[in-house]
């Protein structure tokens, strides 16, 4: 199991407003591969979006609930961390690849 802590980056994302590492995995684990995806790739994104979704809900006003995921969803979202390509260039973008990397 992997604790990713849920930080807040000045990017602005899909809302408009500044987003956080939920968000950003959520990009990445929603970014359509090359290839497309099959079923089984689907299944293993979406636990990746629904663990970033259960942090969303107990997150308390400002402080951000880490991210709990398993080891086997981990890599899935690491995975799709490390296969994005990112449409600005941006030292938090750096940061937060980064930090996954090295958990």
């Avoid at 690491?78 to 973008?93: D, N, P, T, V």
């Amino acid at each position: 199991m992997k604790a990713v802590m849920n930080k807040e980056v000045s990017l602005r994302l899909e809302s408009g407003e500044n987003g956080n590492y939920g968000e950003l995995i959520k990009m990445c684990a929603r970014q359509v591969p090359p290839q497309g995806f099959d079923v089984q790739q689907m299944r293993e994104r979406q636990r990746v979006l629904d663990a970033v979704e259960a942090a969303e809900k107990n997150s308390k006003g400002k402080k951000k609930a880490d991210i709990q995921l398993e080891d086997a969803d981990f890599a899935v979202a690491l995975g799709c961390i490390k296969s994005m390509r990112w449409g600005a260039l941006s030292k938090e973008i750096i940061e937060f690849v980064d930090y996954m990397d090295n958990l």
